[in-house]
């Protein structure tokens, strides 16, 4: 795992607003029948003009206030595990980001519609899950764009400008782009590492307690597997008797997408920006090589 970023990425900071700060079960959703849900404590909007940070080590470390959290899960859609989480979020009325890969949300764009109609918020996760620290830099920008132009056509209807980065594999040049697209980061403060362990209990503890020793932050999620969709209830039941407060990120504006033309073409870096290409590691090759190998080829790491 490598972060890449340094002052020109803490200098771009993290523009947001708090939009609302009313139970979000109370003020909108009519749906939500559970007097006793975990709810939404407040949305937070991101300006996502300069490709700010959201998480550690680079994001405003206030975007969160102690004992808050943000749910965000990734890799998907799926319909299978996606339906059972979005259904556990349901039941306890609150709203989650979902990081979703290009070629998932092609292949199954009717969970895109179902998670947008959840009123949870949409990113994406590059085309292919590729590790962008590991493929041709030239290959970076349409690894981005096909996976924004994928999820956006899938979905219908706007989706948001927020951005991370499989195997959280950034590296400078794709910042930089970021950076320029407008596209904001999302950084993981505490990793359930659920693609570890297929046992939701001990997934559970684990989230809990590292959530527990840092007090707040972005919580990662893979909503691909079945074990992390049967721990998901328990996992927002602790979040809820212990005391924690869900906050829904929201994008300032809708990410456009850009011709095909345009999302095609190299990424015209201004001088100065390029990052000088580096030998891959050979397992990073291998890594993204076989993630491009199979449209569910991580589901099985
Ligand atoms: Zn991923």
């Known amino acids: 795992m490598r972060w890449v970023g340094g002052l020109a990425a803490l200098a771009a900071g993290a523009a947001y607003a708090v939009a609302c700060a009313t139970p979000l079960a109370a003020e909108t959703d009519e749906a939500c029948t559970n007097p006793n849900a975990l709810g939404v404590s407040r949305t937070v909007e991101i300006d996502t ?32 595990t996606t339906r059972k989480i979005l259904a556990a979020l349901a039941a306890e009325c609150t709203r989650a980001t979902f990081f979703m890969v290009g070629r998932m949300a092609t292949a199954y764009p009717e969970m895109v519609r179902e ?10 996760h590059t085309w292919s899950h590729a ?62 590492k659920d693609y570890l362990t297929r ?27 079945l074990s992390t969709a049967k721990a998901v209830p328990d996992l927002l039941a602790h979040l809820r008797d212990e005391g924690f407060k869900v906050v829904h990120l929201q994008a300032k504006a809708p990410v456009e997408t850009l011709d095909i033309a345009e999302a095609s073409a190299p990424d015209k870096a201004p001088v100065g920006e390029r990052a000088p290409r580096k030998r891959a590691k050979a397992s990073a090759s291998k890594e993204a090589k076989d993630t491009e190998a199979s449209p569910l080829g991580w589901l099985f790491e």
């Open 49 to 80: 003009t300069g490709g700010p940070w959201l998480g550690a080590p680079h994001g405003d470390p206030n975007l969160l206030r102690p004992g808050e959290v943000v749910l965000t899960f990734d890799d998907g859609p799926i319909p299978l």
């Open 115 to 124: 998670v947008l109609a959840g009123g949870h918020t949409v990113g994406s």
């Open 131 to 192: 590790n962008l620290g590991a493929i041709a830099p030239g290959r970076v920008k349409a690894q981005i764009e096909m996976a924004i132009t994928a999820v956006q056509k899938a979905a219908g209807a706007p989706t948001a400008p927020f951005f991370r980065y499989p195997y959280l594999s950034s590296t400078g040049a794709s910042v930089a782009y970021a950076k320029r697209r407008g596209l904001a980061q999302l950084a993981v403060d505490v990793d359930s």
């Open 199 to 225: 046992n939701p209990p001990l997934m559970v503890r684990r989230t809990m307690t590292r959530l527990k020793a840092r007090g707040r932050g972005i919580i990662l999620l893979h909503d691909i597997h």
